[in-house]
């Protein structure tokens, strides 16, 4: 299995794809921290205060993170959608296979690579984007660790999904579900705090069934909570302020924690089983 997710690790870093992401990311820091210098510039000669412009470089430091869950999901989406649908494709699964080695230990393998990759993208643009930003505005977020950590496991919780759809269907209709997928569960995210603001139980359950179903909602609320300062959150509450998408009071719970990392188990038992199942 260790020897499949290096051998992986090593065919995503030669893809030109990856290069093109990593080279965009760090475009969009650039653009992201220059536009941020401009603001706190343009705020301090308004006359604004410190916390005031704190308030404003969090909001933006929110909305840019969205945007780069988006990259992030499509980047998860379509490296784990090839995953095992290009090798049996290709005739490299038969070959590899008709060795000693196990299927499970092959897809994992590759899960084990592709993770690695993941993670390593979203946490080092993460990081570097953070501080780049607290360098030109003078604030970083309550603690840097935890917004990452829910985006990178935001990250492989879809990339998993894509890793089970690719043992069946092709790597494009896969990557197109797993957009999909991601896209629908914030919506239903937003209709089920909707559902909360106005005490509606019935569009709340919106909300908890499609983070049940995929976690990445839930997981993308603890990215926000981890980038707000505790003034936005003592200040805001909850009441109507729980319809809005880009705020959260509280993080993620532990038991939604447990059932995301059980949901990845889940979905990776499910590959095994489907890979196990196919005629090769």
């Known amino acids: 299995m260790i020897t499949i997710a290096v051998l992986t690790i090593g065919e995503a870093a030669r893809r030109k794809v990856l290069w093109v992401l990593v080279a965009l990311a760090l475009l969009a820091v650039g653009l992201t921290t220059w536009g941020a210098d401009r603001l706190v510039a343009l705020l301090h000669d308004q006359g604004q205060s410190e916390v005031q412009v704190k308030l404003v470089i969090s909001q933006v430091l929110i909305f840019i993170a969205f945007q780069f869950t988006f990259v992030l999901s499509m980047t998860a989406a379509f490296l784990g959608s090839p995953a095992i649908a290009s090798d049996l494709e290709s005739g490299i699964a038969q070959a590899l296979l008709a060795r ?13 690579g592709l993770s690695v990759v993941v993670v390593a993208y979203a946490a ?23 917004p990452v950590a829910y985006l990178a496991f935001q990250a492989l919780v879809l990339m998993s999904l894509a890793v089970l759809l690719s043992t069946r269907l092709s790597p494009i209709a896969g990557g197109a579900i797993c957009v999909v997928a991601w896209g629908l569960a914030w919506m239903s995210g937003v209709l089920g705090d909707i559902g909360s603001a106005l005490d509606s139980s019935g569009v709340a359950a919106i909300g908890d069934l499609g983070r049940v179903l995929l976690p990445t909602d839930g997981l993308w609320r603890g990215v926000i909570y981890g980038l707000e300062p505790g003034v936005v959150i003592a200040g805001v509450g909850n009441g109507p302020a729980r319809a809005n998408p880009f705020f959260a009071s509280e993080p993620p719970s532990p038991m939604f924690l447990a059932w995301s990392i059980a949901w990845v188990a889940i979905v990776l038992l499910l590959a095994v089983w489907q890979l196990r199942r196919r005629e090769l």
């Open 100 to 112: 000693p080695l196990r299927r499970s230990a092959y897809l994992l393998g590759r899960w084990l």
């Open 124 to 146: 080092g643009s993460a990081f570097v984007a953070l501080g780049a930003v607290g360098w030109v505005s003078d604030y970083t977020p309550p603690s840097l660790l935890e």
